[in-house]
């Protein structure tokens, strides 16, 4: 019973989503929002079984405020870079290696998902042995300002959140 109290939030975030995509507030979709909802977080507790416990709330917010903030900023380099380049001065993509301090596996996908929404990076993989991120830049100017940002920005929150 414990664990059904623990997906209420999922619920009521599969729910918020089901009203927003179907734009409608009749009865008849309200309910069935919302056994779709309870039903799909209810049968994929079994898929899961190592569960999230995350922590920190104000943490997740102020990372929340930090994403938000380098995804406009990313926003406008990338605009910058597009409509700046030519044919023969296109701006360096390149490959960054980043080797990663945080193991909690829900971090790594928050973490992979934090970064592909930031436009003009790209999550190409992660070595399962030794945790070095592969990341693909559009306009890579410093190498270092990558490992800068993902240790000092990203890392020390998503292991005080999850770990």
Same mark, same amino acid.
Request: glycine fraction near 4%; avoid cysteine; aromatic fraction near 12%.
């Given at each position: 019973m414990r +664990? $059904? *109290?623990f997906w209420i939030p999922m619920t009521c975030g599969l729910f918020v989503a089901w &009203?927003?995509?179907t734009g409608s507030l009749s009865l008849g979709s309200l309910a069935l929002g919302f056994i779709l909802s309870f039903g799909i977080v209810l049968f +994929?507790?079994?898929l899961r079984p190592d569960r999230a416990y995350p922590r920190r &709330? $104000?943490?997740m917010i102020k990372l929340f405020f &930090?994403? $938000?903030k380098d995804v406009y900023a990313s926003n406008l380099?990338? &605009?910058k870079l597009t409509l700046k380049s030519r044919p023969d001065n296109q701006p360096?993509?390149? *490959?960054v290696n980043i080797p990663l301090n945080i193991r909690d596996p829900h971090a790594i996908a928050l973490l992979a998902c934090i970064i592909n929404y930031v436009p003009g990076t790209v999550? +190409?993989?992660l070595t399962e042995n030794d945790y070095i991120l592969h990341l693909h830049v559009f306009g890579l100017e410093n190498e270092a300002d990558w490992h800068r940002t993902v240790h000092e920005r990203y890392e020390p929150l998503l292991m005080e959140i999850f770990e």
């Open positions: +664990s $059904l *109290f &009203i927003m995509l +994929s507790t079994r &709330i $104000l943490a &930090i994403v $938000l380099d990338v &605009i360096v993509a390149d *490959f999550w +190409s993989g």
